[in-house]
Every structure is written in C-alpha cells, then in structure tokens.
C-alpha cells in the first residue's frame, strides 16, 4: 500500500539561469503539470520550497507568487526552508497532505538561484550559504559547508580508511553519468589524476569534490493513492522518513555516522516494508564526493566503512551492484539549493517509468532519494517503486 | 469534534530583545511545554516559522536548530516561511499533523526580530519587509507594506465611506487594550485626536495607524483530540482555515474585500459547524488600523461596509457586540512577524481557559484567529472553542 503516488514531474536544466525565481520555478511546475495531464485550477495546494531567495534576490512569500503565476491563486500554499533539504521536506508533507485525505491533488517542489546572474559572487554567496549553520557557535569560527562536511570525513577517513583517491572515484563516477543527463549543470567527464590535482578548498576536498552553485527549479504532481489509478503512469510513493540531527556540529557523537539518514532511512524503509538490499538505484545529496560515501553507508547500500571503497571498485557505478547518482548527482547535476531534494523525486519517477532516456537504468523497481540539509541535520529518505 | 487541541501556550514579552532568535524562541518553547506539562523529548515534531531570519541576521535553517535548542534533536522539524502569516501556517500544518495521526504531541510556534537590535535600521528593515511584495511587479515600485494597506482601505472608505477618524478609533480601541496586556510591546493609551494629528505615513495612515516592529516569540503545544483528554486544561481547535489571495495586487479584482480571508474563514467555520454569529470574540490582524477594518467584514463579524462605524461606535470594544483584540493586537501588542499568528493563538487558548488576567473577557466560549502575510495573500483563520 503506497503512501502516495507520482503523477506528473518536471525539471528545467541545472545550471545558469537568467530568469526570476517565479518564472523558473513556472517551467518545472508546467513541465509537471503537463507531464500528468492536471490543469491547474484542479490542484489543491502547494508545497512549495525555496531557502534563500530573500537573501539573494529580497524575494521572499513566494508560494502565493508562485501559485498566482502558474494560475492556481487562492489555493493554501506553503513555503518550506529546510537548506538544502527544503523540497524534499515540501515533498513530505505534500505525501502527508494527500495521505491523510486533506487534498487529492497538490503540487511540491522548489526553485533557487545561487550563480552570478543574481548579481552576488562567489564570497557573498559562501556566506548566504554559510547562514544555514549555527549562528552563534559555527558561523562566528568562519566554518562554511566545505569545512563543515571536511570534518565528517576527516573522521571517517581516520576510523575507516577511506582516501583522496577513493574520493575522487565518486567525482569521476558522478561527472561520467552527468554526460548522459542533458538536464545535468556539467557535461564533461573528468579523471581521477585531474580531481587530484584539483586546488583544495577544504582539506579532504579538493574542487572536483565539490558540487557547484547552480540555478533550477522542479516539482512534481503528487495525488492520493485512491486518485493515482485515474492517471497514466503512476509512481509510488512507498515510504518518506524525516529526521534531524543535533546542531552544532560539536554536539555530534559520531559526526562520520550521519545519524539523521539512518534515522530517516529507517523510517522509509520501515514504511515501505523494505531493506536496503531492496534497492535498485539511489540518488543520494553528494555535495561533496565525502557526503556520497557517507550517505551511502547510512542508507545501509554499503557496509560501514566501505563506502569510499565501493565508489573506487566500481559498485555504485551504472552497471555496479547499486548504481548511486545515476543523473550525475549534485556534483554533476547541480545542486540549485531548493530544486534539488524534489529533483532527486522528478529523477526516481523517471527511473522507475522507464523514462530517464540515456542514463535509463534496466527496469528497477525502488528507487531510494536521501536530501540533507545544514550541518548533517535535516535529512529526508525517500522510497519509491515502480508499479507491477 | 475539535481537530486538534492546545494544551500549552507560551510567548515572550513583546517588544525589544537583544537575545539570538534561538534563545529567543526557547523562552516561548518552554513556557508552552511547562504550561502543558510535557518534557522536550515526549514532541514529536516541531513546526517552527521564522519569516526573515535569513535577511536580518543570516540565520536560516533554523527548526533544527531551535528543536535542539529546547532539548528536541532529532525530530522531524520544519520552518514554514509565508509572510506575516508564517507562525499560523506553522499552527496549521501542525494541527493536521496531529489530526492525521502522523503525530501526538508537536510543538508550533515561531520567532522574529525586527527592531534596532538587529543592526539594521528602520529604512533597512521596510526594505526586507518588503521582500513578501512581487519582486518584478511592485517592489520596483517602490511600494511597502503601509503603501499597500492604504491601496486597499483607500477603496475601502472610497466603497463604504469609512473615514480617518473611524481608522483613528480602532487605534485608540486597541492601545486601550494593550495597557491591559503585560506582554504588550506598548502600555500607553492615545487619543483620536493624537492619532489623528501623527505624521502620514501613506495615505489615509498616519504614525497610529501603523503596527510597530516587534521582537518577540510564541508557541503552543498542540496533541491529536484523543491525547487531549490527559490534559489539565485543553482547548479545542475546532476549524483551521487557508487560502491566499491572488498576487500581485493589480490582479486582484476587489481589493478591499481581502477575498482570502473570506475563503479561509468559510473553510474554518465550515469545519466548526459555526457561522459567524457564534464568534464570542477575535484577533485580528491589524498591521494597520484599516487592515482590522477589512477582517471584521470579512470574518463576518460586522456587515460589509460597517467595519469603521463599529470601531467607532464601540461595538468591537471589550464590552461591546464583538471584542476584537482584546490584547491589543499588532497595533499594542506589537508585530514580531513570525510570533504574531501562534501568538493570537496564545491570547486565544488563554481567554478560552479563562486566563487572560486584566484583559480577560467574561467566559468567551468561541474565538477566532485571523493572520494575514504579504498582500492580503496568504490568509490562516482557526477557531478554537473552551470544552463544556
């Protein structure tokens, strides 16, 4: 029994956009829209995410815009800002809205601008960035999210052995699938010898272990499980955990543990009725090549501490034992704050419909998609499958 | 059957605050849990609002913060974002959260700073707030919050015949009521004729018209109507209602007939089974002494047309036909954004529980919450009932 299903999905490119957040933002949800055959005047409410756009472009109370641009003004709508988690927690309480039978038919998804065609540069950008960490205990040490996940895997480089190189194997692996996503922010393939040679940012991480800024918006029409039938190719929603971890970073135990994607991967998996060894493919929030490694261990895909191991021996390549970021992931894909947790949704869909095109993957039938957000706090797993 | 049920209520003086909004929030957190008697670790999810967190202070991603804060970490927590009317989405998501069965026991409430204490002066400040305006049709403009309320009641008096004085009474009526409130930003009555004499600051508002910038916090406890019974004093939630309104406000066909907010309160008293005549007494959202003009019509509370006479003949007065802030709303109590919408359910809880002290109305049995953000777009109105 599905919690949900997907009917519709739509995405811009990932990557540099001129357009304003709303108009962005218009593009994916037409493309959803269109995708599942709804008008907009038969959506109920929208989920909607978008985490900076007041710092960037003082835009901010941007679901009724939004909802009034894409002609669906006076329905309730919503704005979440979770970092970088901020769509994939939209998605949840949209699964939750439909679920509960508050609303049949609702639309979830997020947009952001974080290039230079907001006017701000890199430094102002790391900063607006950097608000996502703690206020007064992180910020005020100059600590941005390069820094914040070098930490994690500093240690789990100590307890486990994982390497540089082992890290630019994930880099490798995710700018190889990114050639064959032409929604993907980069298109070119890179080597192991180039990321690392690459100049460091944060030690482990080097500038092939960090995804990039990007611009994107997606969103996906997400209805109730009695609803879903009357629609084409519904994709179902089986499980989505939420979970957060302790913020400031020296309040975690086990940095390296991501606690909170265990948390919430349990919770899906237990929703769903499923184990790790269920799953097909997964699009895991490698923001760096290290938090790929990490995530893959805390959804239960690896073994502890053989992450950074899997990715070099070829395991969560395409055609490994468990492809991970086929679409290219953040670090080829893009990571447009805000459009990237429903984006990982808008990519299951595709999956699991047999429609990604030419990074299609053989005929899976669950897909997993882990969104986080700040310092390793808010986490959503989510678990869907292909209908029979 | 009530939908959900307050069991605790805190909020902080409002006011000036020189604390992080973190600790800020914890005054509020706390009070509510110690009021409901519930330990930190017995919520099982927080719904936090924080509107402008990210451009005053850089300081975002704040649910897993402020849950960690307050002894919560590791729950599923979420900031909601939708302009003045932030902390009342939050309190409706929250009470369908509880009803659905998702969760028991969950924490909602909000946060905001927007005086001088942030660093930012009053200019700044307009400016930011004035990021829940279009950003591409009515910020260019060089319209702010006062400019856009005095588009409306400009129609308003042009429609109806509501006059200044008639505005000047409802500034009057609510600073009366906040010299009764100890937690009121201001303590001080004035007069018609001071009202009316202030400086302008748009047109048909001068200085008295106008809500003030607050810092402040509130929250309440809000359980599943099955777990209320183990409280001391719950309060029902008998209807929550949302809508928005069409964006920008050149679009909107009858703007001071604030269209949302008669969609939300028709939601909420549809699910009460109440009309309007049951309303014992309200909040209202008076960012402008018009704006309560405006949400006595369209709560129903007096007749289209009637809001300024009733202001001005005493009728929503304590003591009259239908008291309307009785705490002295935003224009005494004070506006800290994302406090204001779980602070009205505060006042709420309290004068349905007989609580309120000095402004405490004689055994109210029915009381509405109206909570409006940007331009009369996202509108929440709930009514919570005292048990038998």
Redesign the interface.
């Known amino acids: 029994m599905a919690r949900a299903s997907v009917v519709g999905a739509g995405m811009t490119k990932f990557g540099v956009h001129d357009t304003?957040?709303?108009e962005l933002f218009g593009e994916a949800a037409f493309g959803a829209l269109d995708d599942a055959g709804v008008e907009p005047p038969e959506v109920d409410s929208l989920y909607f995410g978008n985490?900076?756009g007041?710092?960037t472009?003082?835009?901010?109370?941007l679901?009724?815009?939004v909802?009034?641009h894409v002609g669906m003004?006076?329905?309730?709508?919503?704005?979440?800002?979770?970092?970088c988690a901020t769509s994939a927690?939209a998605f949840n309480?949209a699964v939750?809205?439909v679920?509960?039978?508050?609303h049949d038919v609702v639309l979830a998804g997020g947009v952001e601008r974080c290039t230079p065609e907001t006017g701000l540069d890199t430094a102002a950008m790391t900063?607006?960035f950097?608000?996502?960490?703690?206020?007064?205990y992180e910020?005020p040490t100059g600590i941005t999210f390069p820094g914040v996940f070098a930490l994690f895997v500093k240690r789990h480089m100590y307890e486990h052995g994982t390497t540089e190189e082992h890290l630019a194997h994930v880099a490798v692996k995710n700018h190889a699938n990114g050639t064959r996503n032409p929604k993907a922010h980069f298109g070119k393939e890179v080597t192991v010898e180039e990321a690392m040679e690459g100049p460091v940012v944060a030690d482990p991480f080097r500038l092939m272990d960090c995804c990039p800024f990007s611009d994107g918006a997606s969103a996906v029409v997400v209805v109730s499980e009695e609803y879903a039938d009357s629609f084409e190719a519904p994709v179902d929603v089986s499980g989505v955990g939420?979970?957060?971890?302790?913020?400031?970073i020296g309040?975690k135990e086990t940095p390296h543990v991501t606690?909170?994607a265990r948390?919430a991967a349990n919770e899906a998996y237990g929703q769903a009725g499923i184990s790790a060894e269920d799953v097909d493919f997964a699009e895991v929030h490698d923001c760096f090549t290290g938090a790929e490694v990490l995530a893959s261990e805390a959804l239960g895909l690896v073994p502890d501490g053989e992450g950074g191991f899997a990715a070099a021996e070829g395991r969560t390549a395409v055609g490994g034992e468990i492809p991970i970021n086929a679409s290219g992931g953040l670090k080829a894909k893009g990571h447009p704050i805000s459009a990237t947790g429903t984006g990982q949704i808008v990519e299951l869909t595709e999956q699991l419909r047999g429609d990604a095109g030419e990074h299609q993957l053989p005929a899976p039938g669950t897909g997993v998609a882990h969104n986080l957000?700040?310092d390793a706090?808010?986490t959503v797993v989510s678990v869907m499958e292909a209908r029979a």
Chains 1, 2 share one sequence.
């Open positions: 304003p957040l709303t985490a900076m007041g710092q472009e003082n835009d901010t109370h679901a009724p815009t909802a009034s003004a006076g329905i309730p709508a919503q704005r979440y800002e979770d970092a927690n309480n939750e809205a679920e509960s039978g508050r900063r607006i950097a608000s996502a960490s703690h206020r007064q910020q939420h979970a957060t971890g302790v913020v400031p309040d606690q909170a948390d957000g700040g706090a808010t």
